[in-house]
């Protein structure tokens, strides 16, 4: 089942405010970046942030562990009220941001 817009808007609308924030639709689901970082997914309507150490750290015991997709890594399956809670998502997000390397410059096409 693919992600409903919806549900990216309302994502989106719980991150206003932080700067960078973007989304990218890749078959039916959608990645979510921060500062050009891929930061979490958004998959059946559920949402799947990458797992840093500082990120475990910050939500404690306060998620479980999900998979986007079959054959993807875990993540931390953010939901109920955690995901309604705007500080917690946002602090979360730039959390991993600022955890998270910088992505590899792509090389450039071969003619």
């Given at each position: 089942?693919?992600t409903?817009?919806?549900?990216?808007?309302?994502?989106?609308?719980?991150?206003?405010?932080?700067?960078?924030?973007?989304?990218r639709?890749?078959?039916?689901?959608?990645?979510?970046?921060?500062?050009?970082?891929?930061?979490?997914?958004?998959?059946?309507?559920?949402?799947?942030?990458?797992?840093?150490?500082?990120?475990?750290k910050?939500?404690?015991?306060?998620?479980?562990?999900?998979?986007?997709?079959k054959?993807?890594?875990?993540?931390?399956?953010?939901?109920?009220?955690?995901?309604?809670?705007?500080?917690?998502l946002?602090?979360?997000?730039?959390?991993?941001?600022d955890?998270?390397p910088?992505?590899?410059?792509?090389?450039?096409?071969?003619?």
């Amino acid at each position: 089942m693919a992600t409903q817009q919806s549900t990216i808007d309302f994502v989106l609308d719980q991150l206003h405010g932080l700067s960078g924030i973007e989304t990218r639709k890749m078959f039916g689901e959608y990645a979510l970046y921060c500062n050009k970082k891929v930061v979490a997914l958004v998959c059946d309507n559920e949402l799947f942030v990458k797992i840093t150490e500082p990120g475990k750290k910050f939500v404690g015991t306060n998620y479980e562990e999900g998979f986007a997709y079959k054959g993807a890594r875990a993540s931390m399956h953010i939901g109920g009220d955690l995901i309604e809670d705007r500080e917690f998502l946002q602090t979360l997000i730039t959390i991993t941001a600022d955890a998270l390397p910088m992505p590899k410059p792509k090389s450039p096409k071969k003619k």
